[in-house]
């Protein structure tokens, strides 16, 4: 590794199309750690609906290493800030132990907080720009998040309060560019996993009926039964909102079924709409096509390493 131009791999790609089995297996072959670059993994207990797979991280009977997931409480408001901080610490631990650290996820904000490298603080709230951006359609809010060079929001926009949050947080940082110090060092390998469209919405489908039927409902019910506000959860979007308002009787099982599955959809969709505006914003990313087999896979990434050295 230390040969190597580069000191880090980043593997992304839409919800299920297979990034922490990729991650995983190139760990195994390459001495890696797998640092999860997912905006909801790090809470506890939220396994179903955040689709942990730990199985993943078991290969050829051996577990590869992992961080960043299970490490806060369900309803904590966890942000980019602290998740640069704690990517950054996990990063140098793998590196101290010669090995490589491998980011892998589909939080587009929580990956280009790293690779951008801009100290991040807090960015208190901005009522009269709020006000100015009520009425505006969730499109008309993701649009104006796109025209920002740079991004340093704290999670997904797939809420209205969400995306107005994140453009407060831009319009902030475009007045405050003395708050923009550079970080370690990173010179990643980004590869993205490309999964053609169909394969995906079946792939989303089938995935979420599995995790129906293994119980996320009483995932949820647990969570609420132990003092997690219905707010908390509806906050975290996509499984937990929809499942949530099932719970309360708010939707039909069918209706829950038939919208959070369109939401998911939607969701990976903005996923490949961000990834694709990475590489507007000067990110080089390999694309790799999860038809290819994956022992094939592993060792075109391995390749990749080798011919940098």
């Not at 089995?21 to 190139?26: D, E, F, I, V, Y």
């Not at 009977?61 to 602290?82: S, T």
């Not at 947080?169 to 708050?179: A, D, F, N, Q, S």
């Not at 949820?220 to 309360?248: C, R």
Request: glycine share 6%; hydrophobic share 35%.
């Amino acid at each position: 590794m230390s040969e190597s131009k580069y000191n880090l791999v980043v593997i992304l790609g839409p919800t299920a199309s297979g990034k922490t089995s990729l991650a995983a297996n190139l760990a195994r072959k390459i001495d890696g750690e797998v640092i999860s670059g997912d905006s909801r993994q790090i809470y506890r207990r939220m396994d179903l609906g955040t689709g942990k797979d730990y199985d993943d991280y078991v290969v050829d009977g051996v577990a590869v290493p992992y961080h960043l997931i299970d490490i806060r409480e369900p309803g904590y408001k966890y942000n980019v800030y602290e998740y640069q901080n704690d990517f950054f610490k996990a990063f140098e631990e793998v590196q101290s132990r010669g090995n490589w650290p491998i980011l892998c996820g589909g939080t587009g904000m929580y990956i280009e907080a790293v690779l951008q490298r801009f100290k991040l603080i807090h960015v208190p709230s901005n009522p009269e720009l709020r006000k100015s951006l009520e009425n505006k359609s969730l499109k008309e809010l993701e649009e104006i998040l796109a025209s920002f060079r740079i991004l340093h929001n704290s999670t997904d926009t797939d809420t209205k309060k969400r995306a107005i949050r994140a453009i407060e947080i831009e319009t902030y940082y475009c007045t405050h560019p003395e708050i923009e110090v550079e970080l370690p060092e990173v010179n990643p390998l980004i590869i993205g996993v490309s999964i053609d469209r169909d394969e995906r919405r079946r792939k989303i489908t089938a995935r979420l009926k599995q995790r129906l039927e293994s119980g996320l409902i009483e995932e949820v019910k647990k969570l609420l039964d132990e003092g997690i506000s219905a707010d908390d959860l509806i906050y975290y979007g996509l499984e937990y909102k929809f499942v949530t308002q099932y719970i309360q009787g708010q939707l039909t099982y069918e209706e829950m079924f038939e919208q959070l599955n369109i939401a998911i959809h939607q969701f990976a969709k903005r996923q490949m709409t961000w990834f694709r505006g990475m590489e507007r914003r000067g990110f080089s990313i390999e694309w790799i096509d999860v038809a290819i087999p994956l022992s094939e896979r592993v060792s075109r990434i391995s390749q990749l390493l080798e011919s940098s050295i």
